[in-house]
């Protein structure tokens, strides 16, 4: 959902650069996990706000500077039960990730290792050994994304 990018001010408020499609819905969820390296905490929180491109938030046991920097780098983590459940053909990121892509042509063009957001359209990151291919998450390219089947089928060739 995000990462914690550093303190805010000296009363143990965190920076949190937020992986949602809207930063502010992040506020929506009353406790957030925290962790890094597998190891993970749950935090409550009290109270957030929109500042610039990030947000701040106050989390219960967070109560000065040194303990909101202790959480720099930390990723936020919401259970899944929570989200709402995705409209049709929309997906959470999360569960594309592992996904094979396969072509037109049935030429398998690798394995989504993750994705990321541009101003236009979301891409994925799609890797087969050494080879990374960036792929426009549209639907000219997307053709079906079959969860069930874990592939995702699209009009892109291997040599793009």
């Not at 506020?27 to 610039?52: C, M, N, P």
């Not at 989390?59 to 259970?79: M, N, S, T, Y």
């Not at 000219?140 to 994304?145: F, G, Q, W």
Request: with cysteine; aromatic share 12%.
């Amino acid at each position: 959902m995000g990462y914690v990018s550093g303190p805010f001010g000296v009363h143990g408020w965190v920076n949190v650069v937020a992986d949602t499609e809207y930063a502010d819905s992040l506020f929506d969820y009353k406790t957030w996990w925290l962790g890094r390296e597998g190891q993970w905490r749950a935090y409550s929180l009290i109270e957030g706000g929109v500042h610039t491109k990030k947000l701040a938030a106050q989390l219960e046991g967070v109560a000065d500077r040194d303990q909101a920097f202790a959480l720099k780098g930390c990723e936020i983590a919401v259970p899944r039960s929570e989200l709402p459940p995705p409209a049709e053909d929309e997906y959470y990121w999360v569960d594309l990730v592992g996904l094979d892509v396969v072509n037109t042509l049935g030429e398998k063009l690798g394995v989504v290792e993750r994705l990321f957001a541009t101003g236009a359209n979301d891409v994925l990151v799609v890797k087969d050994g050494k080879t990374e291919r960036l792929l426009p998450f549209v639907g000219a390219v997307i053709l079906k994304v079959d969860l069930a089947a874990r592939v995702i089928s699209v009009d892109w060739g291997l040599d793009y």
